[in-house]
């Protein structure tokens, strides 16, 4: 499977049903469906060629990034998940691709990501709380406690992927394997950051 016609590509094919917008219970489900093929999989390490073992981890990776392109957002969260964490002897760790796939799901209602890239929404929360609007957020959006960190992060999310230019089908495509700069991608969110904070507030305000 190739990522060539990733728009074709939905939940449905994987016998998943559709999560955009599941509660948190749920989405750790799906997730740890997902989780658990690779667990099987690497089960099997000892058994297969060290050669035959990578091509299937690595076809087993690609249909999770189709799952994500198609819109199954646990499949964006695993894809956060595993690149933060990287493969022994397969792939390293990329935290760009961690925080591309995280950042994502987040936008499309992940609330798993948003623990996992915890520092990384730690400064937006921060921004949202000197703002001293937080009591007018709450009250215009309706917002009890545990849904105040979810609203910001996602909507935050949203605003930045479209200022950062970031989308899924151009995160698939890239290799499954490559050296990605983190210092860079991270001052463009900084500067990113100096538009889509205060666009932030005057959203959710």
Known sequence: M???????????????PDISSVNYDNQTVFFNVIKEEFTELNQKEDELPADVFAREYAQKIMDVIV?????????????????????????????????EWGILAVANGSKLSIERLRLFYEPV???VVDSNKLESIIEKNKLSDDEISDFVAQNYSLLLIDEIKLDLLT??????SQNENFVRFNHDVEQANKKVLPRLINLIS
Not at 2 to 16: G, K, M, Q, S, Y
Not at 171 to 176: E, F, G, H, L
Request: net charge neutral; proline share 4%; with cysteine.
């Open 67 to 99: 799952m994500a392109a198609g819109g199954t957002v646990p499949a964006q969260d695993f894809l956060c998940y595993l690149y933060k964490r990287g493969i022994d002897g397969l792939m390293n760790s990329n935290l760009v691709r961690a925080h």
């Open 171 to 176: 995160v698939a495509k890239k290799p499954i």
């Open 125 to 127: 929360f921060n921004y």
């Open 2 to 16: 190739n990522t060539d016609n990733l728009v074709d590509f939905r939940a449905e094919d994987f016998n998943l």
